[in-house]
């Protein structure tokens, strides 16, 4: 139940008054429907008033405020003509503008011979000074009751900037006093007022410097969320950890089978790695571990030697993939092996139907099947394992935290492993998974090909089509990448088919399309002409149609790679030279190229290092947009930066484990109060995992 003290917060805006339907439906639109998104509705910039010229001296252009006589109305004498009414002080003369305007109206608020202050933009006509719509018209004496610096907020279609402010300026009015949930120490020496000062004073910037990250008004709010979220995050994780007590640990006899029937040896990185995941998962406590490995670094591997640790201690173990093809390509990978080490190995996709469905279900209830593989199909509430003790999470940053949690509902216990493909530099990590432990796999399998890595104008196709000509006079498989955009699909597709028409004009039969609106069964079929080799060029229109593995496959084209991402363009890359023999990457791109674009295709000639590439985008995307929300299901902020307030999150990292170590259940005054500040940014799904109190 959310406290009492924050009912008005989230009570909606309609209820302010001067908020209508009409008017709390464009607020909605821009902000929220409650009075607290009001509230993390920062101004995006101020109107500054201070400036207080004599008529003679306000520039063109200006935003300035006037002290003036009212000389003479001068009312038109046709709609189309404006009511103008002239002013003056000792310097010059100054027209007000008023277009539609009401006679009756303006007498009113410009009386003849009455001094009145005027505050908007000088805008000149005829080289004669002019103000169109002043924003202000007010008597001298009431000065005092002009906003001098104005907060100015985003808006959207329709929504006009002054009801807007008006309900921000009620909202704020109505905030409660909250109980203090930071550390006092902490907030002391950041200077940082109380959080209804900081709110407010963050909606009432004097300055531009008011609305940047650093003004310490935003950063104390930023840093309340960023609490918020590190203290939910680990309030899950400190639960998932006090239902541990399963120590899961393997006598080594299927790895050692495994691993005599792989036709490598493991790098030092991956028996790294290994050693790390069996220390886990022969603790006490559960496993929440976070693999990362560039694109080929040999993540599957292992997966799988850890899932064998839970099937040696008699248990079972899931591998999860974002997408059927992906599933099903571990499958193929992972069937020999579990058949070297003697273990059964099922497939549990959405696509298996009827008896074949329940012949699996089966499998896996009576624990015949040691290793599940499948998509988000394993989640479902028909899926019961015998005994599961492990999962492994593979392309992690497509799958929710939530999704993440389900899944470790099936079993008691469960141990979980998840392998992202993404680098991500350690600040973000905490933001996205908050503390998992984390292993590397920082050195690539030996006998990897170099990858030759060009760029050229789509203007060059001719060239291009040539020399694929030439390649595939060999043995080469080419992916052909024509990225989706997803505003236009319709549009991106028809390109893409012709692009598979015109190809299969030059080159011949072998050509190939895939795209995302194909069903599963028709997709895969292409992907399965491509790795027999029956299609020699592959012409697909989304990336991950390519996450799939063809170790024949030699050359990528990425049309239109100024529109892809670092990571992307690198996930892409991986996909070549993995058979041994050298790959080619070319990036065809339209111009003009944006500086960005450019900056990207030049790291992707310079380097084939992943984490290399993790930094680069994260410097030219920014954060922000490396965890962007839409593909990576990871929070969203509303007031942290999480480029500008970077350094404040692993403090508030630290912060919580702090609390939680001395008040694991928040029943302290501190304790207390980090409930409310959980339920002021709506991360109370954690608060569930408290004891009561
Ligand atoms: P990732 O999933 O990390 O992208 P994979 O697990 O698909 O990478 O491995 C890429 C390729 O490298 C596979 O063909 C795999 O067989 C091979 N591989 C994995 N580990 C090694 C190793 N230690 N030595 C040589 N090749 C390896
Ligand atoms: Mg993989």
Known sequence: MRPEILSPLFRQTTTLKGVGPRIGKLIEKVAGPRLVDLCWHLPAGIVDRRFRPSVAEAPDGAMVTLTVRVDRHQPPPSRRVPYRVECSD????????????????????????????????????????????????????????????????????????????????????????????????????????????????????????GLDPADPARRRLAYDELLANQLALALVRAQMRRRAGRRIDGDG???????????????????RTLAEISADMAGASRMLRLLQGDVGSGKTVVALLAMLIAVESGAQA????????????????????????????????????????????????????????????????????????????????????????????????????????????????????????VSKLDEKPPGRAPIDTRSMPLSRLGDVVAGLRRLLAGDARVYWVCPLVEESDALDLAAAEDRYAALGRDLGPAVGLVHGRMKAAEKDAVMDAFAAGEI??????????????????????????ERFGLAQLHQLRGRVGRGGRPGTCLLLYTEPLTETARARIRTMRETDDGFVIAEEDMRLRGAGEVLGTRQSGLPAFRLADIDAHRDLMPVAHDDCRLVLETDPDLRGPRGQALRVLLYLFERDAAVKYLRSG
């Open 90 to 209: 000792d310097s010059g003369t100054l027209t007000l503008v008023f277009f539609h305007a009401q006679a009756d109206y303006l007498n009113d608020l410009l009386p003849v011979g009455a001094t009145r202050v005027v505050s908007g933009r000088m805008a000149y006509f005829n080289d004669r000074p002019q103000m169109p719509h002043p924003d202000h018209v007010i008597p001298v004496e009431a000065f005092d009751s002009l906003p001098l610096v104005e907060p100015v907020y985003r808006l959207t279609e329709g929504l006009t900037p002054k009801p807007l402010a008006r309900a921000v300026a009620a909202a704020l009015a109505e905030l409660p006093e909250l109980p203090e949930w930071q550390d006092p120490a902490w907030r002391q020496r950041q200077g940082w007022a109380d959080w209804r000062d900081s709110l407010r004073r963050a909606h009432a910037p004097d300055a531009e410097a």
């Open 253 to 271: 006899r299927l790895r050692a089978k495994v691993t005599a029937a792989l036709p490598y040896a493991l790098t030092s990185a991956q028996n």
């Open 318 to 437: 899931a591998l999860m993939a974002p997408t059927e093809i992906l599933a099903r390509q571990h499958l193929e990978t992972l069937t020999p092996l579990c058949a070297a080490a003697g273990i059964e190995i099922v497939l549990l996709t959405g696509r298996l139907k009827g008896k074949a469905r329940a012949q699996v279900l089966a499998r896996i209830a009576d624990g015949a099947a040691a290793i599940a593989v499948g998509t988000h199909a394993l989640f479902q509430e028909t899926v019961e394992f015998r005994d599961l003790a492990m999962v492994v999470i593979d392309e992690q940053h497509r799958f929710g935290v939530h999704q993440r949690l389900l899944l470790g509902a099936k079993g008691k216990a469960v141990d979980v492993l998840v392998m992202t493909a993404t680098p991500i530099p350690r600040t973000l990590t905490l933001t996205a998974y908050g503390d998992m432990d």
């Open 536 to 561: 020699r060029v592959l012409v697909a229109t989304t990336v991950i149609e390519v996450g799939v593995d063809v170790p024949e496959a030699t050359v990528m084209v990425v049309e239109h790679a």
